[in-house]
Structure formats: structure tokens, C-alpha cells
């Protein structure tokens, strides 16, 4: 398979997180006036852990795989790793012990992920920086260089800041389990 097969792929696969992500994030507000919608979030506060560690190790594995295809990481990706690569294990913590309070550890990460992020793609997008880029110092990529662009949107970061705000939604019905 090509690179630019999977990058398609990957774009549509963003781009349908991004429809359920809004959806979900639709019915977590309006689940109680609508009764339907129970099941729905009844089902998101059960699997929402799974469904957490599922995302967040895919996302550690295409990160690392696209690393392997040559493409280099910047720094601000490397913060956006950050911010993501410690939730595949403590998802992964919470599964084995039960334990539904990783939630607020997964929604504080994945807030702060999607600010470096979308300020990451701002920059691919032709914006401004707003804070001296670490390239300009050292010998590293320039931030604001785009490897990834599909549908006239997607770049590799606005890839990254919509699973940080899926993660988000899906520990939002975890939480309310807790409640």
C-alpha cells in the first residue's frame, strides 16, 4: 500500500472521528430529554475505557509508523506525543484495575494536546508563530512544514488535536459513570 492510500485512508478515518466525535458529544448533552439516546451513552460509559486505549495506542502506533516511512517529528509533535503516548498505558492501567478515575487524567492531557496541536496545524495552515519555532535555533524540522494534507484541511496535527478532543468526549461519559 502507498503512502498516499494510507494517507487518504487516514484522512477519511479523521474525518469520520471528527462526525462522531461532534454526535457524541450531541448526545452526551441532550441523552437525558431524549430517551433513545440512553442506550447510546449507556454504551459509551461502559466501553468508553476500551474504546479510549483503542485510539490511543493507534494513535502511538501510526505515529511510530509514519517515523519509520521517514517522516521526521518536530518538536510540536513531539509535545503532542507527549500528551498522548502516556494515555495508551495508564488506559491500559485503568482497564486492569478497574478503575474509571483515569478520566480526568485523560481529559487534562488531551486538553492540553489539542492546544499544542491546533496550534501546530494553525501554523501549517499558513498562520503566523505566535512563539519562536525550536527549528530556528537548532537543526530541527520547522513546525509549520506540512508532510500530511488531505481534503484541503487535514495535516498531520489537526489529525492529532481531533483524537485528543474524541479522547475527551469518551472520558466525559466515563466520568458521568462515575457519578
Given amino acids: 500500500m502507498t503512502v498516499e ?4 485512508w487516514l484522512a477519511l478515518g479523521t474525518l ?35 474504546l479510549g486505549f483503542i485510539f490511543s495506542l493507534g494513535g502511538v502506533i501510526l505515529s511510530l509508523y509514519y517515523d519509520s516511512l521517514g517522516f521526521p517529528a518536530c518538536a510540536l509533535c513531539w509535545w503532542q506525543r507527549a500528551f498522548l503516548y502516556p494515555q495508551a ?4 492501567l485503568a482497564l486492569w484495575k478497574k478503575d474509571a478515575k483515569v478520566a480526568d487524567y485523560s ?21 503566523g508563530p505566535l512563539i ?10 520547522d513546525c509549520s512544514v506540512r508532510f500530511f494534507f488531505e481534503f484541503g484541511y487535514i495535516t ?18 466515563v466520568k458521568a459513570e462515575r457519578r
Fill in 5 to 8: 492510500t494510507i494517507n487518504f
Fill in 16 to 50: 469520520a472521528m471528527q462526525v462522531v466525535g461532534v454526535a457524541f458529544l450531541a448526545v452526551f448533552f441532550i441523552r437525558k430529554s431524549i430517551p433513545d439516546l440512553e442506550d447510546v451513552a449507556s454504551f459509551l460509559r461502559k466501553w468508553g475505557l476500551w
Fill in 89 to 92: 498505558v495508564l488506559f491500559a
Fill in 107 to 127: 481529559i487534562a492531557l488531551s486538553a492540553f494536546g489539542a492546544v499544542v496541536a491546533l496550534y501546530q496545524h494553525y501554523l501549517q495552515m499558513g498562520g
Fill in 132 to 141: 519562536p519555532c525550536p527549528a530556528t535555533v537548532t537543526e530541527a524540522i
Fill in 156 to 173: 498531520f496535527p489537526l489529525m492529532s488535536a481531533t483524537l485528543f478532543a474524541f479522547l475527551i468526549v469518551l472520558m466525559l461519559f
